[in-house]
């Protein structure tokens, strides 16, 4: 049995360690509640994209991502815990077990946690190391995913589902002003995709970005993504568990990409219209649910990348309890 004076400031790191996580739009949909022994996860409803994302899909990956990135902290700090994903209420609960040695690949991944961010520039001619490709999939695969590598076919493919999936987006006019809430400006609220993170024009790619309704200030580059890798992220079941887990592995693969020089850039529009939803799981051959979509590649070295997206105060987030 562990004392609770190790405990407590150990899951209190690791709550403060999620809030680097990504989430939908920087929303940040998540609250823990810290208790001695603990943690739990619940869901904020007040921070879900109530008319983007109805079913709380996006949410739970955020959730996911959240969770993941606990774990981490825990895992660099040595500690061997139970993780329960109940997906209701709470979605997760860590459980401290005992400390032990840490492990060097979990150092290294905690390093990665305030470097990850969303570089929404275009990519070099460079490919992404089929190594690192590899490596990404044994990621996705641990955490109970599984990832496809799209071909150049169904590059083309995604490419128009893309197009479908925002134009049916921004013919919604609620979903717009809703975008707009949380996206451009300044977001001195701590939530939320400043316009230093926006591209200040579109980047000139085979697959659309997101529009987000708005330019930013971001210069996307020379490049474009003919040298990227395009990846669905999927599994069996469209169960809560599912997406969160999704999210768990999101998160394992975007800190790994990081640590391999690797931008992952989010293209979820094709998941949450439930049309392009069903027309992908048909591009990837019915293998699985699609969950996830992802640009990999590897950025121009010549150019900085965007400054880091703010985050909530800790105590929006962190709620402590005996
Ligand atoms: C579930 C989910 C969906 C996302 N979808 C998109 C997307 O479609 N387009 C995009 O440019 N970024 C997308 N993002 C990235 C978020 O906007 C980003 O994580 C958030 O603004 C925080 O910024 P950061 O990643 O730089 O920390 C998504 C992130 C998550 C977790």
Known sequence: M????????ALILAAEAARFAPSIHNTQPWRWTVHSDRMELRPMAGRQLQVQDPEGKMLLLSCGAALHHARVALDADGWRYDVDLVAADPLAVLRLRERGVADPAAIRSFEQLPARHTDRRTVSDEPVPAAVLDALTAAAEQAGARLHLLTRDQVIELAVLVERAQK?????????????????GDRADGAGIPDASIPAQAPLTTVAERDFGTTGTLVPGPGHDNAASYAVLYGTGDEAVDWLRAGVALSAMWLLATEHGVTLVPISSPVEVPFTRRQ??????????????????VPDPANGGPARTPRLPSDQVIELRD
Do not use: C, K, Y
């Not at 562990?2 to 400031?9: E, L, M, S």
């Not at 990837?284 to 640009?295: E, K, L, S």
């Open 2 to 9: 562990v004392d609770d004076t190790d405990t407590r400031p």
């Open 168 to 184: 049916t987006e921004s013919a919604d006019e609620q979903l717009r002003a809703e975008t707009a809430a949380w996206v451009g």
């Open 280 to 297: 992908l799981e048909r591009t990837i051959g019915a293998i699985g649910i699609p969950h996830f979509v992802m640009r990999l590649g």
